[in-house]
Protein backbone atom coordinates (compact mmCIF):
# COMPACT_ATOMS: atom_id res chain seq x y z
CA UNK A 1 0.00 0.00 0.00
CA UNK A 2 0.80 3.33 -0.61
CA UNK A 3 1.12 6.15 2.33
CA UNK A 4 -0.83 9.33 0.55
CA UNK A 5 2.92 10.97 0.15
CA UNK A 6 3.90 8.05 -2.37
CA UNK A 7 5.60 6.26 0.03
CA UNK A 8 5.48 2.52 0.37
CA UNK A 9 3.48 1.51 4.27
CA UNK A 10 3.47 -1.81 4.76
CA UNK A 11 0.17 -2.64 6.24
CA UNK A 12 0.65 -5.49 8.95
CA UNK A 13 -0.26 -9.01 8.12
CA UNK A 14 -2.97 -8.79 11.52
CA UNK A 15 -4.63 -5.98 13.70
CA UNK A 16 -5.78 -6.33 16.94
CA UNK A 17 -9.10 -5.09 17.28
CA UNK A 18 -9.88 -7.19 21.07
CA UNK A 19 -8.64 -9.24 23.88
CA UNK A 20 -10.36 -12.16 25.69
CA UNK A 21 -10.47 -11.58 28.98
CA UNK A 22 -12.15 -13.89 30.74
CA UNK A 23 -15.29 -16.07 30.93
CA UNK A 24 -18.95 -14.73 31.59
CA UNK A 25 -21.17 -16.68 33.23
CA UNK A 26 -21.44 -20.88 32.14
CA UNK A 27 -23.01 -20.45 28.92
CA UNK A 28 -19.35 -19.75 26.58
CA UNK A 29 -19.76 -16.36 26.62
CA UNK A 30 -16.86 -14.32 27.09
CA UNK A 31 -15.30 -11.06 28.26
CA UNK A 32 -14.17 -8.47 25.50
CA UNK A 33 -11.65 -5.73 26.13
CA UNK A 34 -11.84 -3.67 22.62
CA UNK A 35 -9.09 -1.76 21.45
CA UNK A 36 -10.62 -1.01 17.84
CA UNK A 37 -12.69 2.25 17.31
CA UNK A 38 -14.77 -0.14 14.09
CA UNK A 39 -17.92 -1.61 15.67
CA UNK A 40 -18.37 -3.43 12.94
CA UNK A 41 -15.51 -5.49 13.90
CA UNK A 42 -17.91 -7.13 16.72
CA UNK A 43 -21.37 -7.41 14.82
CA UNK A 44 -22.88 -10.78 14.61
CA UNK A 45 -21.12 -12.92 11.56
CA UNK A 46 -18.01 -11.29 12.07
CA UNK A 47 -14.99 -13.63 11.88
CA UNK A 48 -12.10 -12.62 13.69
CA UNK A 49 -9.20 -14.61 14.31
CA UNK A 50 -7.84 -15.97 18.13
CA UNK A 51 -4.01 -15.94 18.85
CA UNK A 52 -1.94 -16.66 22.18
CA UNK A 53 -1.62 -13.65 23.98
CA UNK A 54 1.96 -14.58 24.76
CA UNK A 55 4.07 -16.03 22.17
CA UNK A 56 7.85 -16.38 22.00
CA UNK A 57 9.93 -13.71 19.68
CA UNK A 58 10.40 -15.21 16.01
CA UNK A 59 7.67 -17.63 16.54
CA UNK A 60 4.57 -16.85 14.25
CA UNK A 61 1.35 -18.28 16.52
CA UNK A 62 -1.00 -20.44 15.10
CA UNK A 63 -4.79 -18.39 15.00
CA UNK A 64 -8.57 -19.93 15.20
CA UNK A 65 -11.32 -18.05 13.59
CA UNK A 66 -13.91 -17.46 15.58
CA UNK A 67 -17.15 -16.38 14.64
CA UNK A 68 -19.25 -14.26 16.27
CA UNK A 69 -22.79 -15.72 17.55
CA UNK A 70 -24.02 -13.28 20.04
CA UNK A 71 -22.71 -9.65 21.68
CA UNK A 72 -24.04 -7.21 24.12
CA UNK A 73 -22.41 -4.61 25.91
CA UNK A 74 -20.92 -1.44 25.47
CA UNK A 75 -17.70 0.09 23.78
CA UNK A 76 -15.66 -0.09 26.98
CA UNK A 77 -15.87 -4.02 27.10
CA UNK A 78 -18.12 -6.73 25.38
CA UNK A 79 -19.93 -9.94 26.22
CA UNK A 80 -18.82 -11.97 23.18
CA UNK A 81 -20.35 -15.79 22.54
CA UNK A 82 -18.55 -17.80 19.58
CA UNK A 83 -19.76 -20.33 17.28
CA UNK A 84 -18.67 -23.48 18.97
CA UNK A 85 -17.40 -22.19 22.15
CA UNK A 86 -20.57 -24.26 24.07
CA UNK A 87 -19.74 -24.04 27.81
CA UNK A 88 -17.63 -21.95 30.63
CA UNK A 89 -14.59 -24.42 29.94
CA UNK A 90 -14.16 -23.78 26.71
CA UNK A 91 -14.72 -19.94 27.36
CA UNK A 92 -11.86 -20.09 29.91
CA UNK A 93 -9.75 -21.85 27.32
CA UNK A 94 -9.91 -18.87 25.19
CA UNK A 95 -8.39 -16.21 28.44
CA UNK A 96 -6.04 -14.08 27.78
CA UNK A 97 -6.59 -14.56 23.79
CA UNK A 98 -5.63 -11.76 21.39
CA UNK A 99 -8.29 -11.40 18.24
CA UNK A 100 -7.56 -9.88 15.10
CA UNK A 101 -8.14 -9.15 11.54
CA UNK A 102 -6.06 -9.62 8.89
CA UNK A 103 -4.53 -6.22 8.08
CA UNK A 104 -5.78 -6.60 4.26
CA UNK A 105 -9.40 -6.23 5.77
CA UNK A 106 -8.88 -2.64 6.78
CA UNK A 107 -10.61 -0.11 4.84
CA UNK A 108 -9.52 3.03 3.24
CA UNK A 109 -9.45 6.36 5.64
CA UNK A 110 -10.91 9.92 4.87
CA UNK A 111 -7.42 12.09 3.54
CA UNK A 112 -6.85 13.73 7.23
CA UNK A 113 -7.04 10.12 9.01
CA UNK A 114 -4.48 8.05 9.16
CA UNK A 115 -3.78 4.18 10.97
CA UNK A 116 -1.16 4.07 13.87
CA UNK A 117 0.94 2.12 11.70
CA UNK A 118 1.69 4.77 8.85
CA UNK A 119 3.73 6.92 11.86
CA UNK A 120 6.44 4.73 12.10
CA UNK A 121 9.34 5.92 9.92
CA UNK A 122 7.96 9.46 9.72
CA UNK A 123 10.53 12.12 10.35
CA UNK A 124 9.94 14.13 13.54
CA UNK A 125 10.23 17.92 13.64
CA UNK A 126 10.14 20.72 16.17
CA UNK A 127 7.87 24.02 15.33
CA UNK A 128 10.60 25.84 13.80
CA UNK A 129 10.57 22.95 11.31
CA UNK A 130 14.07 21.49 12.10
CA UNK A 131 14.46 17.72 11.98
CA UNK A 132 15.30 16.42 15.25
CA UNK A 133 14.75 12.49 14.41
CA UNK A 134 12.46 9.71 13.23
CA UNK A 135 9.18 7.87 14.46
CA UNK A 136 10.78 4.57 15.62
CA UNK A 137 7.22 2.81 17.40
CA UNK A 138 3.56 3.88 18.72
CA UNK A 139 3.26 2.01 21.89
CA UNK A 140 -0.33 1.93 23.11
CA UNK A 141 -0.98 1.90 26.23
CA UNK A 142 -4.90 2.13 28.17
CA UNK A 143 -4.83 5.82 28.62
CA UNK A 144 -3.11 7.00 25.32
CA UNK A 145 -0.72 6.38 22.55
CA UNK A 146 3.19 7.17 23.20
CA UNK A 147 5.24 7.58 19.97
CA UNK A 148 8.78 6.79 20.60
CA UNK A 149 10.89 8.88 18.45
CA UNK A 150 14.50 8.18 17.87
CA UNK A 151 16.28 11.05 18.07
CA UNK A 152 19.11 12.05 16.36
CA UNK A 153 21.35 13.43 18.95
CA UNK A 154 20.71 11.78 22.59
CA UNK A 155 18.55 9.17 23.87
CA UNK A 156 14.96 8.17 22.31
CA UNK A 157 12.38 10.56 23.79
CA UNK A 158 8.78 9.34 24.75
CA UNK A 159 6.68 11.88 23.80
CA UNK A 160 2.10 11.30 24.35
CA UNK A 161 0.57 11.26 21.26
CA UNK A 162 -1.85 14.12 21.87
CA UNK A 163 -2.47 17.32 19.82
CA UNK A 164 -0.72 19.84 22.44
CA UNK A 165 2.05 17.28 22.23
CA UNK A 166 2.49 16.76 18.53
CA UNK A 167 0.12 19.20 16.79
CA UNK A 168 0.77 18.13 12.85
CA UNK A 169 0.54 15.47 11.24
CA UNK A 170 1.39 15.59 7.84
CA UNK A 171 1.60 12.30 6.13
CA UNK A 172 1.85 13.72 2.67
CA UNK A 173 4.86 15.53 3.09
CA UNK A 174 6.29 12.70 5.54
CA UNK A 175 6.70 14.50 8.66
CA UNK A 176 5.05 15.10 12.27
CA UNK A 177 5.68 18.33 14.66
CA UNK A 178 6.57 17.48 17.95
CA UNK A 179 6.57 20.36 20.13
CA UNK A 180 10.21 20.88 21.89
CA UNK A 181 9.38 21.01 25.31
CA UNK A 182 7.98 17.18 25.09
CA UNK A 183 11.15 16.49 23.68
CA UNK A 184 13.41 17.32 26.94
CA UNK A 185 15.97 20.00 26.71
CA UNK A 186 17.28 21.00 22.95
Known amino acids: MRGKDGRIVKRPDWVEVGRIARA ?5 EVRVVVVSDNPERFACGSILHARPGRVPAGVEPER ?38 PGASLPGLPADEYYLFELKGLEVRVETGSPVGVVARVVEYPSQEVLEIELAEGPNALVPFTHEAVPEVDLARGFITVRSDFLGER
Open 24 to 28: HGLRG
Open 64 to 101: TPLEIMRVRGDAGFLIVAFAGVEGRLQAEGLRGAVLEV
